[in-house]
């Protein structure tokens, strides 16, 4: 994780979160539109929550200036991550992060290794089964290509399989979490969130929970941390995120302090133990 970016805090996909600290009063605020720096490409799960963020900002005048989505998702998100090294000092930028902040200095030597490339040769590794791996670059698009049998099975975000599994085109085998998904309102005709087995019910013993999290860059204040403190703790309140948050089949929890630090610290052990066992680090 670079030193230069601060963490601010959680705003989730198959996990998500808020530093709810006490606020106190602020005397900034932004003086010109915001920046959402998104490090991956367009109608990604990181996209798709930037964009509900943005309208949630706007819709319930959060803030007096707009929110604008920026996606800079080359080489594999390390031109976000660069851009906000870059950007010190400057509280007009806000990155959504996800576990690409552990896996990417890790993988820099090798090349672009990412959760579901992880994910499958941990799993091959795990059963004795043996995948070819193909990337894609977004998770519509791994979608599409399974939709057209040109891949056998995907690991995705459930909001990027969402559609074509309600269509019946896809099914959904198993979550990687250690609980079942808590919604229970029907997404296809029969089938809830919930109804979709763990993996481990399904006998392959892997958890995994993709980080979403918010961070400003280094050396910004105090009073500028307050501020998008006070913000995303009055975002996580809207019905937009609400209603994003059961609908895309995301998981929220909340920490803060020490909390939010133990939780970034063991998140950070796990993925370099995937990626090791995996074999994309030297052990």
């Known amino acids: 994780m670079p030193n230069t970016l601060r963490r601010l805090a959680f705003c989730g996909t198959a996990l998500a979160g808020l530093a709810l600290t006490p606020v106190p009063a602020m005397a900034w605020e932004p003086g010109k539109p915001v920046e959402i720096v998104v490090a991956a490409g367009a109608g990604g799960a990181s996209d798709q929550m930037a964009r509900m963020m943005q309208a949630a900002i706007q819709k319930n005048n959060l803030m007096k200036h707009p929110m604008v989505v920026s996606l800079k998702g080359g080489a594999s998100g390390g031109e976000a991550l660069m851009y906000m090294k870059g950007s010190d000092g400057d509280p007009h930028k ?3 992060a996800y576990s690409l902040i552990y896996m990417l ?3 820099a030597k090798i090349g672009s290794k990412r959760e579901d490339h992880v ?3 941990f799993i091959e590794k795990r059963t004795g089964a043996k995948f070819v791996y193909l990337p894609y670059k977004s998770g519509g698009e791994a979608a599409t290509q399974l939709v057209g049998n040109h891949t056998a099975a995907n690991v995705n975000n459930p909001s990027e399989n969402l559609e074509v599994w309600r269509a019946g085109q896809i099914r959904a085998l198993c979550v990687f979490d250690k609980e079942r998904i808590e919604y229970k309102t029907k997404v296809t ?3 809830s969130w919930n109804d979709i087995p763990t993996c481990k019910e399904e006998g392959l013993d892997v958890q995994y929970l993709m980080l979403r999290a918010m961070f ?3 050396k910004v204040t105090a009073e500028q941390t307050a501020f998008y403190l006070d913000l995303f703790k009055k975002v996580v309140q809207t019905a937009e995120y609400k209603d ?3 609908k895309q089949a995301l998981k929220p929890i909340f920490l803060s302090g020490r ?3 133990n939780f970034l610290e063991q998140d950070d052990a796990l993925n370099k133990n995937l990626m090791t066992e995996a074999g994309f680090v030297a052990k």
Do not use: H, K, N, R
């Open 119 to 121: 994910l499958t040769v």
């Open 216 to 218: 400003l860059p280094g």
């Open 244 to 246: 994003y948050m059961e």
């Open 189 to 191: 005709d029969t089938m």
């Open 94 to 96: 806000v990155l959504i």
């Open 259 to 261: 909390d939010m630090m």
């Open 105 to 107: 200095p890790l993988s």
